[in-house]
């Protein structure tokens, strides 16, 4: 009998038939449904019809999660989702043990469980992606917070001048959108013309505008990292996502990190900055975790 894993995103739907020993047997991703919720429950259903002796299905979803009602508080992403017990309706078409959880906290299990952070107690898991999530390990155990929200980083308000809006908050469009919009701005570009891999490339090249706006793009998340460290005290924080692969992006965090700590009056504890081992992979992983920790 396997697990069959499935991370939920907002443009595609990965899944994995996994081994409780997280060896991946099968592993595949289609479209995520944009019509709503009783589409995505049916593309999940199909998917379950389609794998062999399923015992249980693991989910990593986005948006704040009450993991053991089962119920979508807010449905991030997938805003078809808000306020939807989605693990009653999705037992009705697959009956099965479900377990669902918050893809950046799944994330957080993977690394915990597997990965960059398996020998600390305390941790932090940063992924930027479109937006940025957060998971937070406390004692070995993934903290979820008294409404489900520990860890949901993309709601600092980082302008203190300015009032609470989408704007301004540290998680819209500031994963890797903000990097590309940044270059498009120095460049005189279309935002539709640039990538991540373009602004990489051309910093590895030495290229001035592409250097300055990863300076000013990893200035900020390490301002967001020193305040993270005063809060919460982790041993090591993990750094995820697509753009976590360019070592530079590590390299020029712990470089601000350096600055501000060198010019901070106080004795500060501070974190050891890392990137996540599992990459775009975590929360088919982090999703396994869960479900073999709370099922």
């Known amino acids: 009998m396997s697990i069959l894993s499935i991370d939920i995103g907002g443009t595609f739907i990965k899944y994995a038939l996994m081994g409780k020993d997280a060896v991946i047997l099968s592993r595949g991703k289609k ?3 944009q019509e ?3 589409e995505l429950v049916e593309a999940i259903g199909r998917l379950y019809d389609e794998m062999p002796d399923v015992e249980g299905i693991a989910i990593s979803m986005p948006g704040i999660i009450d993991s053991e009602n089962g119920y979508c508080v807010m ?3 997938l805003g078809y989702n808000d306020d939807f017990y989605f693990r009653h309706v999705l037992y009705e078409r697959c009956p099965v043990k479900i377990v669902i959880e918050n893809d950046a906290k799944c994330a957080a ?3 915990a469980g597997m990965g960059a952070l398996k020998d600390v107690s305390d941790g932090l898991v940063l992924i930027f992606g479109t ?4 998971g937070i390990i406390h004692d070995h155990k993934l903290l979820r917070g008294r409404h489900f929200s520990a860890g949901e980083v993309s709601y600092i308000i980082p302008h203190a001048e300015k009032k609470a809006s989408r704007e ?3 998680g819209n469009r500031n994963g890797t959108p903000r ?3 940044l270059y498009a701005e120095k460049k005189g ?3 539709s013309e640039v990538d991540g891999l373009m602004v990489f490339g051309a910093v590895n090249a030495g290229e001035k505008e592409a250097i300055e706006s990863l300076t000013k793009f990893t200035r900020g998340i390490a301002v967001q990292i020193f305040n993270l460290q005063t809060v919460l005290d982790p041993e090591r924080i993990a750094i995820g996502g697509g753009i976590s692969a360019q070592p530079v992006l590590i390299e020029y965090i712990r470089k601000h990190l350096d600055q501000l700590y060198s010019d901070c009056p106080y004795m500060i504890p501070r974190a050891e900055i890392v990137t996540c081992k599992f990459q775009n992979d975590a929360n088919l992983y982090g999703a396994l975790q869960c479900y073999l920790e709370y099922a």
Do not use: F, S
């Open 31 to 33: 479209p995520t449904p």
């Open 36 to 38: 709503g919720r009783r």
């Open 75 to 77: 449905g991030g992403a």
């Open 109 to 111: 299990m993977a690394e």
């Open 131 to 134: 937006m940025i999530g957060g």
């Open 168 to 170: 301004n908050v540290w």
């Open 179 to 181: 990097l590309c919009r």
């Open 189 to 191: 570009l279309d935002l």
